[in-house]
């Protein structure tokens, strides 16, 4: 996504003194902090104090700035902040006495805060005030207060719709870059990939490029500092920096040695913009390819169009293509939908009440021929993209082309908070054409282009479900009628695409950063441009009109492939009148091998075969069912087609399904739905596939540093060799994709050497040594250094994680080597798979070798249970009882030792 600061010129009432409004509106997706336990993925940090006058002034900016201040409950804006807080860190529990009081715990302190006459944002923050006061007096722990802060803020902005929250320093950063279009670096796109930092691609024409950096290459090391186990953050901020100073990178290549580059940096255009000409019946048709809105957008476009015009040779037509534009400046949209219009109005803002803050009208100056436009977009277009399409397309002036858009119509404003963060706020909606509200439904397409996969492992003859604006759970609402929310596409065509695989996605990937355009396997792209070329007139309807026939034999061809396909699969497509009425009888298969099994077990691909029958009397005409499912991804979008069933007949499909290995116990259920040409379609219905969970490794380990080394001062780069003994305590194997991994919190003072080993498969109680290796760097701290030593299954999602002090002077480190590692283990005693009942008892045993910290038990998000252990006991059993809800219910129980290592237990109740 890309922002940039612009001059404010919404009008908008005073903001409160402290805040200083920074005046940059954007129209972007959201930012989101993930809602898990932050001490185990965040880097450890002395907590100090959490900073209230972050918390009041984004209090203050909500009651004066907030588009619809009836959302902003200051009661409910208050809960959802101690939620969110309490699903952040293990020592922190809420709980809700009525409506009248919490308590909140911090581990053994707690404290009851009234909220029964919290009606204000002024209470809201005197009583917020106390809270932050009563954490930073009691919490102890390692979350940094940064993150803290962060968890609390985003909390009380929850309430209010996904776009609105809090911005880190380090978020803030990030995001600025990304507004200005520019910035100091090399011009390579990097990931992590199995660990290592890897390219992308490099960028056309900057230093990378002309150095002769590939896509795939490994940067192993930037300046003094080893990359590995780096985080991608940590690798971007050190390759940029001020233009014209220069970084060392050590980069490796399969079949060639490591080598050392050193490059300067330069300024680093984002290219918003790829353009081209295509030819079609001899006709010259541009293409404008718009990634997103940036502040060189418009000056980007403007001599993109000037060069295609290049010699007064006119063009016959442009493509116009935002699909997967996130969106960006408000300005850049109105400028570039400027460009293509005489008069009317692009978009209107509209603010608290109804209120029309502002009202982007055609300026008279657009000056461009009177061509036909084709504008792409899709489900990944968004905001600012919205609005040129939905604007050109309600103006006449250009047919919109692909899939709905996302829906967002809300106008986001970044407020400075201080100490280098910000909010961003929701302060308007916008509607493009100034009548034209697309929040939720999005830009209607005049062609709906649905992209058919035909696969023996994929079938999409719908439209996959995409996560769009409605999606989010507090989304804003909209107010068309209804009518107007069931405007429909003009036309509609599937058209055969092939199947994407890992490497067909990375060389798209790898296209995106080259200049060169390359349109040839884009069907969209080449319709859009067979469109224009048989246009005769250059408004929408007429375009539409006028090209219905190219439409039409583009729907037919595409039908013809989509049958054929089918066909060969076994699959008879052809439609068929009903004459008279079809009834489904439906049954099921699990396989794995193609053996039926009566339940599977996590970590299996098994095959989920149905069986659909016709007892009617009349036929199916193309019957598909599709399978959904809201919570579990890989349940989602699995299509059966059956095709056509007369009276009597049978057709049965079967789809692929990888449960993930860490699944528990639990009857997964798939919603499925058919769609069938005749109107009948049969009732929705319920798959049900029992799972069974995979007994799961757990880990253990045990580290030695040299004898040689250890109880002496380290020197600055001297080698130290840390073995490591991982074992396997756990009742189930490790998969292949174990990994050992070492990596310093002050990087910058420590050199990672070896810090990544790929683990053998380990059955239980089974164990493997191995070795890695680092050294101090010049100027590393005297006080202490902290390295996190971790194992990790991805595929398994086990884990254990450890922090180490070094002690560079004395040569020592915490906890010293020899020091068994090993999280607690939880076994449950009892605990039913169903019930009818509204709670239910579960018990549970925790054990570990060192004392037991505390424990704790989540039901879906809301944490029910808290638990220190001060006692110091080594093993303890409880029993609770946990309140459920209609369907299957997520109970995770977690516990941690006197190491602050962690362990946690899922398991899965289905109130019926």
């Not at 930012?31 to 965040?42: E, M």
């Not at 707690?110 to 932050?132: G, V």
């Not at 008892?841 to 037991?852: L, V």
């Amino acid at each position: 996504m890309a922002y940039h600061e612009r001059k404010n010129d919404i009008k908008s009432k005073k903001i409160a003194p402290c805040l200083r409004n920074i005046a940059r509106t954007t129209l972007a997706i959201a930012i989101f902090l993930s809602a898990t336990l932050l001490h185990s993925i965040a880097a450890f940090s002395d907590f100090t104090a959490i900073d209230p006058k972050l918390i009041e002034r984004t209090a203050d900016a909500v009651d004066a700035h907030y588009l619809d201040i009836e959302r902003a409950d200051p009661k409910k804006m208050l809960l959802r902040s101690l939620s969110h807080l309490q699903k952040a860190v293990p020592e922190i529990m809420m709980e809700e006495k009525g409506s009248d009081a919490i308590v909140l715990k911090v581990g053994l302190a707690q404290k009851r805060f009234p909220i029964k006459k919290i009606m204000s944002m002024r209470d809201l923050k005197s009583t917020m005030n106390e809270i932050a006061q009563f954490l930073s007096a009691n919490y102890k722990g390692e979350i940094s207060s940064e993150d803290m802060e962060s968890t609390l803020i985003n909390g009380l902005l929850a309430p209010l719709d996904p776009h609105s929250n809090f911005l880190t320093k380090k978020t803030y950063d990030e995001f600025m870059i990304g507004t200005r279009g520019k910035f100091g670096g090399l011009g390579i796109v990097i990931t992590v990939k199995d660990g290592q930092l890897t390219v992308i691609a490099p960028i056309e024409d900057t230093p990378a490029y002309r150095a002769g950096i590939r896509a795939g290459d490994r940067i192993t090391q930037i300046e003094d500092e080893s990359t590995i186990n780096m985080s991608l953050t940590d690798a971007v901020n050190k390759l940029r920096g001020n233009v014209g100073s220069k970084v060392a990178i050590v980069v490796e290549r399969d079949g060639k040695p490591a080598h050392k580059i050193t490059l300067t940096r330069a300024v680093i255009n984002i290219d918003s913009v790829k353009s081209g000409l295509l030819e079609k019946d001899g006709k010259r048709i541009g293409y404008l390819g718009i990634k997103n809105f940036q502040s060189n957008t418009t000056k980007d476009v403007k001599a993109a169009l000037a060069k295609m015009h290049d010699k007064n040779a006119e063009l016959d037509g442009l493509i116009l293509d935002m699909r997967n534009n996130p969106g960006g400046l408000l300005s850049a949209a109105t400028e570039i939908a400027n460009i293509f219009l005489k008069e009317g109005v692009i978009v209107s803002t509209v603010g608290k009440d109804g209120e029309v803050l502002e009202k982007e009208e055609a300026r008279g100056n657009g000056n461009k021929p009177d061509y036909p436009i084709a504008v792409l977009l899709n489900e990944g277009s968004a905001s600012a993209s919205e609005i040129v399409g939905g604007a050109l397309q309600a103006r006449g002036r250009a047919t919109v082309m692909g899939n709905y858009s996302f829906g967002k119509g809300s106008v986001q404003t970044l407020f400075e908070t201080g100490n280098g963060t910000a909010l961003k706020l929701t302060i308007a909606t916008y509607k493009p054409a100034g009548t034209e509200s697309i929040q939720l439904e999005g830009v209607v397409p005049d062609i709906r282009l649905i992209p058919v996969v035909i696969d023996k492992e994929q079938i999409n003859l719908f439209p996959d479900k995409f996560f769009t604006e409605e999606d989010f759970k507090e989304h804003l609402g909209n107010s068309k009628t209804s009518l107007e929310k069931n405007r429909k596409p003009d036309y509609v065509i599937r058209y055969l695409k092939a199947k994407e695989d890992e490497k067909i996605l990375e060389e798209k990937s790898r296209k995106e950063y080259s200049k060169a355009l390359d349109l040839s396997e884009d069907f969209e792209a080449t319709l859009a441009r067979n469109l224009i070329a048989a246009a005769g007139r250059p408004t929408r309807m007429e375009t539409l009109k006028s090209c219905k026939d190219v439409i039409d034999a583009a729907a037919a061809s595409e039908d013809e492939k989509i049958d054929a396909a089918l066909k060969a699969l076994g699959v008879n497509w052809s439609k068929t009148r009903a004459e008279g009425m079809p009834s489904i009888a439906l049954s099921k298969r699990i396989l794995l091998d193609d053996k039926p099994l009566e339940s599977a077990s996590s970590g299996q691909k098994i095959w989920l075969r149905l069986t659909a029958t016709n007892r009617g009397t009349g036929n199916y005409s193309r019957l598909v069912g599709i399978g959904q499912s809201e919570d579990l991804a890989f349940l989602a979008n699995k299509e059966f087609p059956f095709g056509h069933l007369k009276p009597g007949q049978s057709a049965s499909w079967k789809v692929p399904i990888e449960l993930p290995e860490n699944l528990p116990s639990q009857n997964l259920k798939m919603e499925l739905s058919f769609e069938e040409d005749n109107g009948n379609a049969p009732a929705k219905t319920e798959v049900i596939i029992p799972v069974k969970a995979s007994p799961a490794p757990t880990f253990s380990m045990e580290y030695k540093i040299s004898s040689t080394s250890y109880g002496k001062k380290f020197e600055a780069n001297t080698p130290i060799t840390m073995d490591v003994a991982v074992q396997n305590i756990g009742d189930g194997e490790t998969s292949d994709e174990a990994i050992l991994t070492l990596s310093g919190e002050c990087s910058d003072k420590i050199f990672i050497e070896k810090g990544r080993v790929k683990m053998n498969k380990m059955p239980p109680g089974a164990s493997e040594r191995s070795k890695l290796k680092f050294h101090m760097m010049e100027g590393y701290p005297r006080k202490g250094c902290y390295m996190n030593l971790a194992i990790t299954d991805i595929k398994k999602r086990a884990a254990l994680v450890k922090r180490i002090e070094l002690k560079a002077d004395s040569g020592t480190s915490i906890p010293p080597p020899g020091t068994k590692l090993a999280a607690p283990k939880i076994s449950v005693i009892s605990a039913p798979d169903s019930t009818k009942e509204k709670n239910v008892d579960i018990s549970a045993t925790i054990s570990d070798d060192n004392p037991i910290k505390d424990y704790f038990i989540f039901v879906g998000d809301k944490k029910i249970l808290y638990q220190t252990n001060e006692e110091g006991l080594k093993e303890i059993t409880f029993k609770t009882s946990v309140p459920l809800e209609s369907g299957n219910n997520n109970i995770v129980i977690g516990a941690r030792d006197d190491e602050k290592l962690m362990q946690t237990k899922m398991i899965v109740i289905e109130k019926k």
